[in-house]
Each structure stands twice: as C-alpha cells, then as structure tokens.
C-alpha cells in the first residue's frame, strides 16, 4: 500500500484490526455492562463511614472498589479504542461521553471514603499486620498517609470530584479540533504529485520522505494547519492551564510542577536533573545536525531535513517480519515472555494496525488490564513503524505482567509514573536496535536506516521532550505568578526554545517551528509528563545495557520491575530493576549512546 492510499475501515484485514468482540460482540452488550454499573453505584456509597469498623469491612470495600473500577473503565477503554480507530465511529463517541460521565460519578462517589481512609492513619498499617490479606495494601495505605497534608474536606473532595467530567471538555474539545476538524493541504513531491498528510506515529506522514519537496511541503503544511486554528488551540491549552493551577493551589502545592510530581513521590529536583543534563548536550545535538547536513549533501539543514533518511535503500518490514524480530531481540526475557508477545501480537489480535482511514494519528496501548492491552497504529511497514510497534509491545506487557499479580488499586495509571511507564516501551526499543546492529552489522545501508530509527527516537526524547518540558515550565511559570498568556506568548516562547536547541547549525523556520507546542498538545493535558519520557529512556538504556551485557540477575530484576506496577515508589522501582534514577549518571550515559550514532554517522558519511 501507497502512502497516498487509505483503506477504508471495512476493507481492513480482520488480523490488521483489534479483536472488539473477545470484549463486547454488540454495542448492545456494552449498554448492558453500563446499564449493570450505573445501577451498582450506590453499593460504593454504603461503605461510607464504616470503614474504620474493622478489617473485614475494609477488604470488602477494597474488593468491591475493585470489581466496580475493572468494569468501568473496560466500559470507558473499549469505547475509546473504539474511537481511536475510528473517529468518524459517533455510536462509540456516544459510548465514550457515557462512559466519561459513568467514571466522574464513580470517582464522585469514592472521593469520600478515600478521606476516611486517610482518617484513620496508623490503623490501617497495624492491620496490614493482623489480616494477612491486607497485607499487599501495605504501600497503598502508606502512600494515602504521605499525600494526606494536601487533602481537602470532604465537602471540599466532593466538589472536586464532581469538576473531573467538566473539567475534560477542555481535552474533548481538542481532540475534536485535531481529529475531525484538522484540515491538511496534501504534499507536493518533485514530480507534483500530492499525498495526503495525516498525523501518524510519531511525526505526520511525508516529513521521512527521501523527496525533499515532499517532505518540506508536508512539514509546512502540518505546521500551519495547526497555525490555522491556533487561536483555538491556545484557547484549549490555557484553560487546562489553568485549571492544574487552580487544583494545586487548592491542593496547597507551590506549583503545578511539584503536584504532578507528588503524584509518584518523585522529587522535584529530578525534573531539573533531565533539564540541566540536556541543556549541557546541546552541542551534541549541533554536531549531529552538522552531520546530517553532511550527510544529506545539502546546504543548509532545515527543520524538515531533520526526519530524512540517510539511504535510498529503506528496509522494507512486513508486519509479520517486525513481529519476528521484536521476538528475537526479546529472547533474552525467556520464552513464556517472547511467547505471550507474539501470541498477542498476531493470534490475539491486540493490535490495529491497519492505516485506515478515520484512525487517530500516533499510537498507544490500553491500558490497566481491564481488557486485552490493545494497540492501535498505522503500521506502514517501515523500520521506523516496526519500531513503534516495539515501544507499544512494550506498554503492552507491561501492562499484562503487573495485571497478573497487583490488585488494582497499583495498577491506576494516574499513580504510575510517567518515567517506570515508558521504560518498559523505550527499553523494548533498545532491545530491538541492539539485535538488529548485531544481526545486520555489514549492511552498511541497513545500518544508515538504523540509525535513522535510533536517532528519530533520541531526538523525540532527549531533545523533543526536554525542550517541551521547557516550555511548559516556562508557561506554568508566568499562570502561577499571575501574569498573562497570549497565543503570541505561547509562539514566542516555543521559538526561542528551538532557536536555543537548534543554534546556528540548523536554518530554523521560527514562525512555523514557534507553533510545535501546538502538536504535542497530547501530552499538556497531563502537565510535566513530556520530560518523563527522557527519564524512562535513561532507565531503559541503563537496563537493556545490563541484559545484553549478562549482568546475574539482570532479567530477573528487569521481569519484577514489570511486575510490581505501583506497589512500590517509582524511584523504589529503579532500584528494584537495577538503576539509580536520583543519580545523573543514567542520564549521561544515554546521551552517550547518542553520541556513539552521531559518531557511527560521522565515520560512515565522512
């Protein structure tokens, strides 16, 4: 299939899209589940001011909170996966705001007794001791105790439980403009032949073209789509803004920084240990842009030479062919872990990949293990979609691994840190890029094309991320003091980052590149996640280089790291998996790793 071709939903492959009927055959079997789950929601309501009456009665809330939450949100992640491939599906956009309503009702109904439970302190620890089925919450209740100074009354918890369902309209809002209403102007190649330009993972369709009109047609293009309707968009963003600072000051934290961060115990100083470390490697990033630049044999590197490839002779990876090798450079792992993968990858179905049209751009995996971790992506049968597909696998047993063994209440994605999340994919990735230099070592096209996949991924983590983790800084900086925002701000402060990260080694387009926050406006509506993808880069080079190297007890660590999920706090997790995260050593030593494909780049390009 032809970057120009979509198919469309109906003519997909049955293997290329998502198993929606292991879940629910019928829209009219999800309506009974929902039906089933509106009703039960006063049973949550009973436990209120009875759990202290002993531990018989907290596992029973703790059992039904259990079975209550599993069921809402399998309602709320299939009529999202089901929106995500789909977004022209308006049965199951009707499902997805029923759905989001259902969760804020049941959010509403157990804010309360969270508050109790915090109320009672050191009694819940004691009977972790005497009720031995307690035990596993041991964590759970020391974590409820350390967050308890920024609790509210519950008067005041039960208003913000009731804001969850209208304070997402600002996020649906986007996702509507983005999705449905995004107009694209098609690429035009050398030759004056159009593509269309959608939102693909992780960058739009056309910016890797070998045809420099096309990709800078289809970079230009995708950037003042968003310019188009930036008014919008800066309407979107600034009024998310504005309701994290508005909860941290409800919540009594200093900044929306310190609240996000909270959230996994994860100090303050490890956001600015990413920062400073990234802002010391920027000439790196100079050189590499140099090379490029040599590489290309242009004149000057513009913004949307970065996704070039460097060699006419592009693998071709078949989905089943990717699938092979993610297998192969997880053989490490063991067998019942490369097994489950490829079983899930190819008989189970767990993955839309299909580029279809009406399907969402980029690519996630579902999460919590309330159904199968689904995946949906428009594979395109490159080495770089192969790749993707590696990080998603990684979302996707991780997520099934943890759901085997933690009750659920350490399995709440909200609790997960961002960074113990995407080590698992990163570290899939790296796993990958390890084999395939071993397997393909004289290929000296195939290792120009690997280090495209290597270093598109560094530049979204350890240079993307970073500079958006900057700007969002910069942006919760002024809200919080109380000074104003303007989408000019918001343009202005994005263009100086880049001009920073780019120096004088890349011919920048600013008023274009100035509207980038605009395109990963994904990730603001979870503030300061965007600098946690370079932490769990760090962690999953730190990690994959200790499986490769045979470190004893490497994989063993590795697998109860996956396993643990929550029960434990994120940097506790690193440690348990082999790595120090407070330290910047891990930091370095990725970029070190950059630096060995800048050089490999060098010494291959001259």
């Known amino acids: 299939m032809t970057e120009t071709t979509l198919l469309r939903r109906a003519d997909a492959p049955l293997e290329s899209t998502w198993n929606r009927e292991a879940v629910y055959p019928s829209w009219a079997d999800w309506d009974a589940d929902y039906e089933q789950a509106l009703a039960e929601l006063p049973a ?178 995708f950037a003042d789509s968003h310019l188009a309707i930036q008014n919008s968009l800066a309407g979107t963003y600034l009024t998310v803004v504005k309701q994290h600072v508005f909860l941290a000051k409800v919540r009594g934290y200093n900044s929306v920084l310190e609240m996000m961060l909270a959230s996994s115990n994860l100090p303050v100083a490890v956001f600015h240990n990413v920062i400073n470390t990234f802002k010391r490697e920027l000439p790196l990033w100079h050189r590499y842009w140099s090379a490029k630049r040599r590489a290309l044999g242009v004149d000057a590197l513009h913004p949307y030479d970065i996704y070039a490839p460097l060699t006419k002779s592009v693998p071709h990876v078949p989905y089943q062919q990717a699938v092979d090798w993610i297998g192969q450079a997880l053989q490490p792992l063991g067998e019942p872990y490369v097994n489950a993968l490829q079983r899930g990858a190819l008989e189970e179905c767990w993955v839309d990949y299909a580029p279809t049209a009406g399907k969402m751009g980029g690519a996630a995996s579902t999460p919590f293990g309330v159904i199968p971790p689904f995946i949906y992506m428009s594979y395109d049968e490159s080495l770089m979609s192969a790749s993707v597909l590696a990080h998603e696998l990684g979302h996707s047993m991780h997520f099934q691994l943890n759901t085997e063994l933690q009750p659920h209440v350490y399995r709440n994605y909200q609790i997960m840190s961002a960074s113990v999340v995407e080590t698992a994919s990163n570290f899939h990735q790296a796993m990958l890029r390890a084999y395939l230099q071993s ?84 990730l603001f509506y979870l503030p300061f996640y965007a600098f946690q993808y370079a932490v769990g880069l760090s962690a999953a080079q730190a990690l994959a280089a200790r499986v490769l190297s045979g470190v004893e007890g490497a994989v063993a660590d590795y697998l109860a790291f996956l396993q643990a999920a929550a029960s434990r706090y994120p940097l506790d997790l690193f440690k348990l998996a082999g790595v120090d995260m407070t330290s910047p050593k891990p930091v370095e030593q990725a970029f070190a790793a950059l630096a060995g494909f800048v050089d490999r780049l060098e010494e291959l390009t001259g």
């Open 44 to 221: 949550l309501r009973a436990f209120a001011g009875r759990l202290g009456e002993g531990p018989a009665v907290l596992l029973d809330w703790l059992q039904t909170h259990g079975e209550h939450w599993r069921q809402i949100l399998k309602l709320h992640f299939f009529a999202r996966m089901a929106v995500r491939v789909d977004t022209t599906d308006t049965d199951a956009k009707a499902r997805l705001s029923q759905a989001t309503d259902l969760q804020g009702k049941f959010e509403t109904a157990t804010a309360l007794t969270e508050v109790e439970l915090m109320g009672l302190g050191e009694t819940l620890l004691a009977w972790t001791e005497t009720e031995p089925q307690l035990a596993v919450y041991k964590q759970y209740f020391a974590n409820l105790r350390r967050r308890q100074a920024h609790q509210r009354s519950p008067e005041v918890e039960e208003i913000l439980g009731l804001l969850a369902d209208p304070f997402s309209g600002a996020g649906s809002t986007y996702r509507e403009l983005t999705n449905a209403d995004l107009r694209v102007a098609d690429a035009v190649d050398s030759q004056g032949r159009h593509h269309p330009v959608r939102d693909a993972a992780p960058t739009p369709t056309g910016i890797q073209s070998a045809d420099r009109a096309h990709r800078r047609t289809a970079w230009q293009n």
């Open 439 to 522: 397997a393909k070592q004289t290929d000296r096209s195939f290792t120009l094309a690997l280090i495209d996949e290597a270093m598109f991924n560094f530049h979204r983590y350890f240079f993307i991320m970073p500079t958006l983790a900057r700007f969002e800084l910069a942006v919760y900086s002024r809200v919080e003091a109380g000074q104003p925002l303007t989408v000019n701000d918001l343009n202005q402060t994005m263009s100086d980052l880049f001009a920073e990260g780019y120096g004088d080694t890349l011919a920048d387009d600013p008023t274009r590149t100035a509207i980038t926050w605009a395109q990963f406006m994904h």
